[in-house]
């Protein structure tokens, strides 16, 4: 029995080279036969590569480095990593704060704009037209959240200020943007007022797109309300507009920065709404302190891809 074992492993060796290069022989083959997709796609995957792929490989690399702009970069391990974690206090608060924007934020937009765009597609096509334009304005609009400036102003002229004194709730002016118990909250409810954009805009197209056979058939197998149709009929439809929406709520929310600093200053005072990426521009711009400010990159990108990943575990389970 040895014997024919041994006699036979040879030629099961000898097959797996002729297996692997059919297997290559058949990708090349398919590869010359779709040569004109890869050519329409070429374009995008060059500047994709060049802008995006690179710059985050160099950048992980340069974590590893102490690097001013000036100097040659000079080898340090994880001396970066081990000062981020160990010895930045600033960073932990940063840290902090933008989980609490992810937690919050993240889910709540994620929700408000699926219900949004799920009630407005009910509407006649007017008024779903109207409705959306309402609701996806704020995202294009650019700077438009300066105007909670003037809301969380901290004189008397501040609309909330105003309108808290004129029905006798305060009696003075409060520093709504000045005061670390307020400031947090306020950027957390200004970025999600601006969150319901592109996700909101993704979601609608996908509830478009959902066969009416689907319905009919699921009413035929047993589904008896719209929320057993909206589970089992018409999330699982869309699971690519979800996938999208997840992924662009997710990085808003882990990358919030012009907000905070717009409202809050920069820093904000005691560094109450310092997030992970004004820690990034503080020693990436500012400091000129590039392989810090690689590895704060680098723990950002981790946690976005992380969360990336449990997230789609989590919508393959949709309909199930």
């Known amino acids: 029995m040895v014997h024919i074992q ?8 000898g ?24 050519l329409m796609m070429s374009p995008y995957m060059i500047i994709f590569f060049l802008f995006t792929v690179i710059p985050v490989v160099v950048s992980l690399g ?25 010895g930045d206090d600033v960073f932990m608060i940063a840290l902090k704060n933008t989980f609490l924007f992810a937690v919050i934020t993240g889910p709540l937009s994620y929700i408000a704009c699926f219900l949004f765009a799920w009630l407005i597609n009910e509407l006649s096509p007017f008024v779903r037209a109207l409705m959306t334009l309402v609701f996806y304005a704020p995202s ?3 700077n438009v959240f300066f105007i909670w400036l003037i809301v969380f102003s901290g004189d008397s002229y501040g609309y909330l200020n105003g309108f808290l004194m004129k029905i006798g709730v305060l009696l003075e002016p409060v520093q709504w943007l ?27 197209a996908g509830l478009q797109t959902v066969d009416p ?19 089992f009929v018409t999330l699982p439809s869309m699971r690519p507009q979800l996938m999208f929406g997840a992924v662009m709520q997710i990085t808003a929310s882990f990358a919030v920065a012009d907000v905070s600093i717009a409202l809050a200053g920069f820093p904000s005072v005691n560094y109450a709404a310092h997030t992970v990426v004004t820690h990034l521009m503080d020693y990436g711009t500012l400091r000129f302190e590039m392989g810090y400010a690689s590895a704060i990159a680098t723990i950002l990108f981790g946690i976005m891809l992380g969360t990336n990943m449990l997230t789609q575990k989590l919508l393959r389970k949709v309909g199930e």
């Open 62 to 86: 340069l974590s590893f480095f102490y690097f001013n702009m000036l100097e040659t970069p000079r080898f340090v391990g994880w001396e970066n990593y081990s000062r981020l974690f160990l």
């Open 15 to 38: 097959l797996a080279s002729p297996v692997k290069k059919s297997r290559l022989a058949l990708l090349w083959k398919e590869m010359k036969k779709s040569k004109h997709y890869y």
């Open 140 to 142: 294009i609009s650019g």
């Open 178 to 204: 000045q005061n670390e118990k307020y400031v947090l909250a306020i950027v957390i409810i200004v970025q999600l007022w601006l969150s319901l954009g592109t996700s909101f805009l993704a979601f609608i």
């Open 6 to 13: 041994n006699a036979t492993e040879p030629a099961l060796h």
């Open 213 to 231: 056979s689907l319905f009919e058939a699921a009413a035929m197998d047993g589904i008896k309300n719209r929320w057993q149709e909206l589970w």
